[in-house]
Protein backbone atom coordinates (compact mmCIF):
# COMPACT_ATOMS: atom_id res chain seq x y z
CA UNK A 1 0.00 0.00 0.00
CA UNK A 2 1.27 3.57 -1.20
CA UNK A 3 2.32 5.63 2.29
CA UNK A 4 0.04 8.84 2.70
CA UNK A 5 1.52 11.93 2.12
CA UNK A 6 1.16 13.84 5.37
CA UNK A 7 1.43 17.32 5.89
CA UNK A 8 2.73 18.05 9.50
CA UNK A 9 1.29 21.41 11.45
CA UNK A 10 3.82 22.58 14.49
CA UNK A 11 1.57 22.68 17.62
CA UNK A 12 1.98 23.71 20.95
CA UNK A 13 2.64 21.67 23.98
CA UNK A 14 -0.86 20.27 25.07
CA UNK A 15 -2.25 22.04 27.44
CA UNK A 16 -3.59 18.79 29.44
CA UNK A 17 -1.77 15.45 28.81
CA UNK A 18 -4.15 12.59 30.08
CA UNK A 19 -1.87 9.29 30.74
CA UNK A 20 -3.93 5.67 30.85
CA UNK A 21 -3.34 3.16 33.01
CA UNK A 22 -5.31 -0.03 33.12
CA UNK A 23 -4.19 -1.82 35.77
CA UNK A 24 -5.27 -5.87 36.82
CA UNK A 25 -4.03 -7.49 39.64
CA UNK A 26 -1.10 -4.72 40.12
CA UNK A 27 -0.63 -4.59 43.83
CA UNK A 28 2.88 -5.46 44.08
CA UNK A 29 4.00 -2.95 41.25
CA UNK A 30 1.83 0.47 42.64
CA UNK A 31 4.09 0.83 45.22
CA UNK A 32 7.05 0.92 42.51
CA UNK A 33 4.55 2.78 40.19
CA UNK A 34 4.06 6.05 42.12
CA UNK A 35 6.73 7.51 43.34
CA UNK A 36 8.43 7.09 39.56
CA UNK A 37 5.54 8.35 38.07
CA UNK A 38 5.26 11.30 40.95
CA UNK A 39 8.96 12.28 39.93
CA UNK A 40 8.22 11.75 36.17
CA UNK A 41 5.04 14.05 36.43
CA UNK A 42 7.30 17.07 38.06
CA UNK A 43 9.53 16.73 34.67
CA UNK A 44 6.68 17.51 32.11
CA UNK A 45 6.11 20.92 30.52
CA UNK A 46 2.04 20.76 30.79
CA UNK A 47 -0.50 20.00 33.38
CA UNK A 48 -1.42 16.20 33.52
CA UNK A 49 -4.35 13.62 34.46
CA UNK A 50 -3.15 10.43 35.68
CA UNK A 51 -6.55 8.16 34.66
CA UNK A 52 -6.29 4.57 36.04
CA UNK A 53 -8.60 1.81 35.17
CA UNK A 54 -8.76 -0.43 37.55
CA UNK A 55 -10.04 -3.88 35.43
CA UNK A 56 -12.08 -5.80 38.06
CA UNK A 57 -8.56 -6.28 40.54
CA UNK A 58 -9.12 -9.26 42.95
CA UNK A 59 -6.43 -7.77 45.21
CA UNK A 60 -5.54 -4.76 46.62
CA UNK A 61 -5.27 -2.71 43.48
CA UNK A 62 -8.11 -0.37 43.35
CA UNK A 63 -7.46 0.50 47.60
CA UNK A 64 -4.05 1.35 46.50
CA UNK A 65 -5.11 3.52 43.43
CA UNK A 66 -8.28 5.09 45.23
CA UNK A 67 -5.32 6.23 48.35
CA UNK A 68 -3.23 7.67 46.04
CA UNK A 69 -6.19 9.22 44.42
CA UNK A 70 -7.54 10.85 47.91
CA UNK A 71 -3.69 12.31 47.93
CA UNK A 72 -3.40 13.99 44.40
CA UNK A 73 -6.29 15.33 42.67
CA UNK A 74 -4.22 14.86 39.02
CA UNK A 75 -4.78 10.89 40.06
CA UNK A 76 -8.01 9.69 38.58
CA UNK A 77 -9.41 6.76 39.08
CA UNK A 78 -12.45 4.24 37.22
CA UNK A 79 -13.32 1.14 38.75
CA UNK A 80 -15.15 -1.44 36.16
CA UNK A 81 -17.47 -3.73 37.56
CA UNK A 82 -15.34 -6.81 36.64
CA UNK A 83 -12.70 -8.03 34.50
CA UNK A 84 -13.36 -7.12 30.76
CA UNK A 85 -9.78 -6.92 29.71
CA UNK A 86 -6.56 -5.27 28.75
CA UNK A 87 -8.11 -3.40 25.28
CA UNK A 88 -11.70 -2.75 27.05
CA UNK A 89 -9.95 -1.05 30.19
CA UNK A 90 -7.97 1.34 28.04
CA UNK A 91 -10.79 1.94 25.66
CA UNK A 92 -12.63 2.98 29.55
CA UNK A 93 -9.43 5.32 29.93
CA UNK A 94 -9.47 6.81 26.36
CA UNK A 95 -13.81 7.28 26.47
CA UNK A 96 -13.01 9.56 29.59
CA UNK A 97 -9.76 11.06 29.30
CA UNK A 98 -10.16 15.10 28.42
CA UNK A 99 -6.63 15.72 27.25
CA UNK A 100 -5.37 17.35 24.50
CA UNK A 101 -3.25 14.25 24.00
CA UNK A 102 -3.64 11.28 25.98
CA UNK A 103 -0.55 8.85 26.35
CA UNK A 104 -1.66 4.59 27.06
CA UNK A 105 0.70 2.94 29.06
CA UNK A 106 1.21 -0.23 31.40
CA UNK A 107 1.21 -0.16 35.27
CA UNK A 108 3.78 -2.72 35.23
CA UNK A 109 6.48 0.37 34.35
CA UNK A 110 6.91 -1.85 30.83
CA UNK A 111 6.56 1.01 29.57
CA UNK A 112 9.06 3.90 31.09
CA UNK A 113 7.24 6.95 31.67
CA UNK A 114 10.61 9.37 30.59
CA UNK A 115 10.01 8.27 26.89
CA UNK A 116 6.49 10.04 27.17
CA UNK A 117 8.74 13.09 26.90
CA UNK A 118 10.63 12.17 23.45
CA UNK A 119 6.52 11.50 22.19
CA UNK A 120 5.31 14.71 23.42
CA UNK A 121 8.30 16.42 21.27
CA UNK A 122 7.14 14.23 18.29
CA UNK A 123 3.57 15.24 18.98
CA UNK A 124 4.53 19.05 18.66
CA UNK A 125 6.50 18.37 15.35
CA UNK A 126 2.97 17.71 14.02
CA UNK A 127 2.65 13.54 14.81
CA UNK A 128 -1.19 12.37 15.71
CA UNK A 129 0.22 9.11 16.51
CA UNK A 130 3.33 8.58 18.26
CA UNK A 131 4.09 4.79 19.27
CA UNK A 132 6.70 3.38 21.36
CA UNK A 133 8.57 0.91 19.36
CA UNK A 134 10.55 -1.69 21.41
CA UNK A 135 14.77 -1.75 20.52
CA UNK A 136 15.06 -4.74 22.88
CA UNK A 137 13.55 -7.04 25.53
CA UNK A 138 14.80 -7.52 29.00
CA UNK A 139 14.40 -10.68 30.64
CA UNK A 140 11.51 -11.57 28.59
CA UNK A 141 11.50 -15.65 27.91
CA UNK A 142 12.97 -16.57 24.34
CA UNK A 143 9.59 -18.05 23.83
CA UNK A 144 7.90 -15.01 24.42
CA UNK A 145 9.81 -12.87 22.41
CA UNK A 146 9.87 -15.71 19.41
CA UNK A 147 6.16 -15.64 19.76
CA UNK A 148 5.65 -11.75 19.51
CA UNK A 149 8.37 -11.62 16.13
CA UNK A 150 6.31 -14.18 14.45
CA UNK A 151 3.25 -12.29 15.43
CA UNK A 152 4.25 -8.27 14.52
CA UNK A 153 5.65 -10.26 11.31
CA UNK A 154 2.69 -12.31 10.73
CA UNK A 155 0.19 -9.79 11.24
CA UNK A 156 1.68 -6.92 8.91
CA UNK A 157 2.65 -9.22 5.93
CA UNK A 158 -1.41 -10.97 5.91
CA UNK A 159 -3.54 -8.78 8.03
CA UNK A 160 -2.31 -5.45 9.07
CA UNK A 161 0.18 -3.88 6.51
CA UNK A 162 0.32 -1.00 8.57
CA UNK A 163 0.67 -2.33 12.12
CA UNK A 164 3.73 -1.39 12.96
CA UNK A 165 6.62 -3.79 13.99
CA UNK A 166 7.42 -4.69 17.60
CA UNK A 167 5.08 -1.98 18.92
CA UNK A 168 2.55 -2.23 21.96
CA UNK A 169 -0.43 -0.17 23.17
CA UNK A 170 2.18 2.55 24.52
CA UNK A 171 1.58 5.59 22.46
CA UNK A 172 0.55 9.22 22.19
CA UNK A 173 -2.46 9.52 20.29
CA UNK A 174 -3.95 13.40 19.71
CA UNK A 175 -7.13 14.15 20.70
CA UNK A 176 -7.80 14.61 17.23
CA UNK A 177 -7.11 10.99 16.40
CA UNK A 178 -8.56 10.16 19.61
CA UNK A 179 -11.98 10.78 18.24
CA UNK A 180 -11.78 9.15 15.24
CA UNK A 181 -10.59 6.25 17.47
CA UNK A 182 -13.84 6.42 19.83
CA UNK A 183 -16.18 6.54 16.93
CA UNK A 184 -15.17 2.66 16.60
CA UNK A 185 -17.46 0.83 19.16
CA UNK A 186 -16.49 -2.82 17.82
CA UNK A 187 -16.65 -5.15 20.22
CA UNK A 188 -13.62 -7.51 19.64
CA UNK A 189 -10.93 -4.84 19.70
CA UNK A 190 -7.08 -4.45 18.74
CA UNK A 191 -6.56 -1.11 19.71
CA UNK A 192 -3.37 -1.00 18.28
CA UNK A 193 -4.55 -2.13 14.37
CA UNK A 194 -7.49 0.61 14.58
CA UNK A 195 -5.12 3.26 15.50
CA UNK A 196 -3.31 1.88 12.24
CA UNK A 197 -6.59 2.09 10.57
CA UNK A 198 -7.47 5.24 11.74
CA UNK A 199 -4.42 7.03 9.87
CA UNK A 200 -3.26 10.08 10.39
CA UNK A 201 0.67 11.06 10.81
CA UNK A 202 2.42 8.42 12.60
CA UNK A 203 5.87 7.93 13.71
CA UNK A 204 7.97 5.70 16.23
CA UNK A 205 9.62 6.49 19.59
CA UNK A 206 12.35 3.36 20.26
CA UNK A 207 12.91 2.65 23.34
CA UNK A 208 14.42 -0.19 25.55
CA UNK A 209 11.47 -2.66 27.28
CA UNK A 210 12.63 -3.02 30.70
CA UNK A 211 11.68 -6.04 33.04
CA UNK A 212 8.47 -6.19 34.84
CA UNK A 213 9.17 -3.62 38.21
CA UNK A 214 7.16 -6.61 40.15
CA UNK A 215 4.53 -9.07 39.81
CA UNK A 216 3.58 -11.42 37.17
CA UNK A 217 1.94 -11.04 33.62
CA UNK A 218 -1.11 -10.55 33.08
CA UNK A 219 -1.06 -11.79 29.55
CA UNK A 220 -0.74 -15.73 29.96
CA UNK A 221 -0.13 -17.74 26.81
CA UNK A 222 -4.12 -18.70 26.97
CA UNK A 223 -4.98 -15.24 26.85
CA UNK A 224 -2.45 -14.17 23.98
CA UNK A 225 -3.72 -16.57 21.82
CA UNK A 226 -7.21 -15.64 21.79
CA UNK A 227 -5.78 -11.38 21.42
CA UNK A 228 -3.79 -13.04 18.40
CA UNK A 229 -6.89 -14.31 17.22
CA UNK A 230 -8.86 -11.54 17.65
CA UNK A 231 -6.79 -9.37 15.28
CA UNK A 232 -6.89 -11.60 13.07
CA UNK A 233 -10.34 -12.09 12.48
CA UNK A 234 -11.50 -8.93 13.41
CA UNK A 235 -10.04 -7.06 11.14
CA UNK A 236 -9.71 -9.40 7.88
CA UNK A 237 -11.60 -12.17 6.57
CA UNK A 238 -8.39 -14.16 5.39
CA UNK A 239 -9.64 -16.68 7.37
CA UNK A 240 -12.17 -17.02 5.84
CA UNK A 241 -10.59 -16.98 2.83
CA UNK A 242 -8.02 -19.86 3.68
CA UNK A 243 -11.16 -22.03 4.77
CA UNK A 244 -12.57 -21.80 0.79
CA UNK A 245 -8.97 -22.69 0.00
CA UNK A 246 -8.46 -25.24 2.08
CA UNK A 247 -11.77 -26.68 0.57
CA UNK A 248 -10.55 -25.69 -3.20
CA UNK A 249 -7.62 -27.82 -2.29
CA UNK A 250 -9.65 -30.80 -0.59
CA UNK A 251 -12.11 -30.89 -3.50
CA UNK A 252 -9.28 -30.97 -6.40
CA UNK A 253 -7.89 -33.99 -4.08
CA UNK A 254 -11.39 -35.33 -4.49
CA UNK A 255 -10.70 -35.14 -8.43
CA UNK A 256 -7.85 -36.80 -8.37
CA UNK A 257 -9.43 -39.38 -6.38
CA UNK A 258 -12.72 -40.41 -8.33
CA UNK A 259 -10.08 -40.40 -11.48
CA UNK A 260 -8.37 -43.07 -10.22
CA UNK A 261 -11.37 -44.75 -8.73
CA UNK A 262 -13.01 -44.37 -12.39
CA UNK A 263 -9.69 -45.88 -14.25
CA UNK A 264 -9.64 -48.88 -11.49
CA UNK A 265 -12.96 -49.79 -12.24
CA UNK A 266 -12.54 -49.69 -16.21
CA UNK A 267 -9.54 -51.62 -15.81
CA UNK A 268 -11.05 -53.88 -13.42
CA UNK A 269 -8.87 -53.48 -10.28
CA UNK A 270 -12.06 -52.23 -7.91
CA UNK A 271 -11.67 -54.61 -4.74
CA UNK A 272 -9.10 -51.91 -2.66
CA UNK A 273 -12.07 -48.79 -3.15
CA UNK A 274 -12.19 -48.85 0.94
CA UNK A 275 -8.91 -47.16 1.47
CA UNK A 276 -9.91 -44.54 -0.81
CA UNK A 277 -13.37 -44.16 0.46
CA UNK A 278 -12.21 -43.45 3.70
CA UNK A 279 -9.55 -41.15 2.94
CA UNK A 280 -11.83 -39.44 1.33
CA UNK A 281 -14.70 -39.29 3.50
CA UNK A 282 -12.05 -38.18 6.47
CA UNK A 283 -10.53 -35.71 4.06
CA UNK A 284 -14.14 -34.09 3.10
CA UNK A 285 -15.22 -34.07 6.38
CA UNK A 286 -12.41 -32.35 7.48
CA UNK A 287 -12.32 -29.58 5.41
CA UNK A 288 -16.16 -29.08 5.95
CA UNK A 289 -16.07 -28.72 9.62
CA UNK A 290 -13.18 -26.45 9.66
CA UNK A 291 -14.78 -24.55 7.49
CA UNK A 292 -17.71 -24.77 9.40
CA UNK A 293 -15.86 -23.57 12.23
CA UNK A 294 -13.82 -20.71 10.83
CA UNK A 295 -17.58 -19.04 9.40
CA UNK A 296 -18.83 -20.01 12.81
CA UNK A 297 -16.14 -17.32 14.83
CA UNK A 298 -17.55 -14.54 12.87
CA UNK A 299 -21.12 -15.08 13.08
CA UNK A 300 -20.19 -15.36 16.80
CA UNK A 301 -18.63 -11.96 16.10
CA UNK A 302 -21.55 -10.85 14.69
CA UNK A 303 -23.63 -12.30 16.83
CA UNK A 304 -21.57 -10.56 19.66
CA UNK A 305 -21.90 -7.09 18.08
CA UNK A 306 -25.19 -7.39 17.47
CA UNK A 307 -26.57 -7.52 21.59
CA UNK A 308 -24.78 -3.95 21.09
CA UNK A 309 -23.63 -4.21 24.83
CA UNK A 310 -21.50 -1.63 26.34
CA UNK A 311 -17.78 -2.72 26.01
CA UNK A 312 -17.06 -1.86 30.20
CA UNK A 313 -19.21 -1.05 32.63
CA UNK A 314 -17.60 1.75 35.16
CA UNK A 315 -18.59 0.38 38.60
CA UNK A 316 -17.10 3.95 41.07
CA UNK A 317 -14.63 6.55 40.30
CA UNK A 318 -12.52 8.85 42.28
CA UNK A 319 -11.74 12.39 41.04
CA UNK A 320 -14.10 11.70 37.39
CA UNK A 321 -17.54 12.17 37.04
CA UNK A 322 -18.83 8.94 36.65
CA UNK A 323 -19.70 8.10 32.58
CA UNK A 324 -22.92 7.44 31.80
CA UNK A 325 -23.79 4.13 30.27
CA UNK A 326 -23.81 4.34 26.26
CA UNK A 327 -26.94 3.53 24.86
CA UNK A 328 -27.24 0.71 22.12
CA UNK A 329 -27.23 1.67 18.65
CA UNK A 330 -30.65 3.51 17.52
CA UNK A 331 -31.60 0.17 15.22
CA UNK A 332 -31.52 -2.39 17.96
CA UNK A 333 -33.55 -0.02 20.62
CA UNK A 334 -37.90 -0.13 21.31
CA UNK A 335 -39.40 2.97 21.75
CA UNK A 336 -41.01 1.99 25.40
CA UNK A 337 -44.16 4.24 26.87
CA UNK A 338 -42.66 6.45 29.56
CA UNK A 339 -45.06 4.26 32.52
CA UNK A 340 -42.87 1.27 31.22
CA UNK A 341 -39.74 2.29 31.77
CA UNK A 342 -40.07 2.30 35.32
CA UNK A 343 -39.00 -0.85 37.81
CA UNK A 344 -41.72 -3.67 37.20
CA UNK A 345 -43.16 -4.55 40.87
CA UNK A 346 -44.01 -7.54 39.63
N1 LIG B 1 -4.25 -5.68 32.21
C1 LIG B 1 -5.59 -5.32 32.36
N2 LIG B 1 -6.55 -6.30 32.22
C2 LIG B 1 -6.24 -7.61 31.94
C3 LIG B 1 -4.87 -7.95 31.74
C4 LIG B 1 -3.91 -6.96 31.88
O1 LIG B 1 -5.91 -4.16 32.62
O2 LIG B 1 -7.15 -8.43 31.85
C5 LIG B 1 -3.22 -4.62 32.36
C6 LIG B 1 -2.09 -4.95 33.31
O3 LIG B 1 -2.39 -4.60 34.65
C7 LIG B 1 -0.95 -4.12 32.75
C8 LIG B 1 -1.24 -4.12 31.24
O4 LIG B 1 -2.60 -4.48 31.10
O5 LIG B 1 -1.00 -2.78 33.21
C9 LIG B 1 -0.37 -5.10 30.48
O6 LIG B 1 -0.40 -6.38 31.09
P1 LIG B 1 0.91 -7.25 31.34
O7 LIG B 1 2.02 -6.36 31.79
O8 LIG B 1 0.57 -8.36 32.29
O9 LIG B 1 1.19 -7.81 29.89
P2 LIG B 1 2.63 -8.16 29.24
O10 LIG B 1 3.47 -6.91 29.38
O11 LIG B 1 3.18 -9.30 30.03
O12 LIG B 1 2.33 -8.50 27.82
MG1 LIG C 1 3.87 -5.94 31.14
Not at 46 to 61: H, I, K, P, Q, Y
Not at 158 to 187: N, Y
Not at 229 to 245: C, D, E, H, K, N
Request: with cysteine; hydrophobic share 40%; proline share 8%.
Amino acid sequence: MPQTYHHLTPRPTPSLLSIVIPAYNEQEVIPHLRPRLEAFLQTLPCSVEVLFVNDGSADRTLELLMDWAGADPRIKVAALARNFGHQAAVTAGLDMAIGDAVVVMDADLQDPPEVVLEMIREYCRGFDVVYGQRASRQNESAFKRLTAWGFYRFMRRFIHPDLPADTGDFRLVSRECLDALKAMRETHRFLRGMVAWVGFPQTAVRFDRPARAAGSTKYPLRKMIHFAWTAAVSFSPLPLRLSLGLGIITAMLGIIVSIIAVVSKLTGHTTAGWTSQVILVCMVGGAILVSNGILGEYIGRIFEQSKGRPLYIVSRTMNLPKPPLPHPPSTTQTTSCPQESGISTR
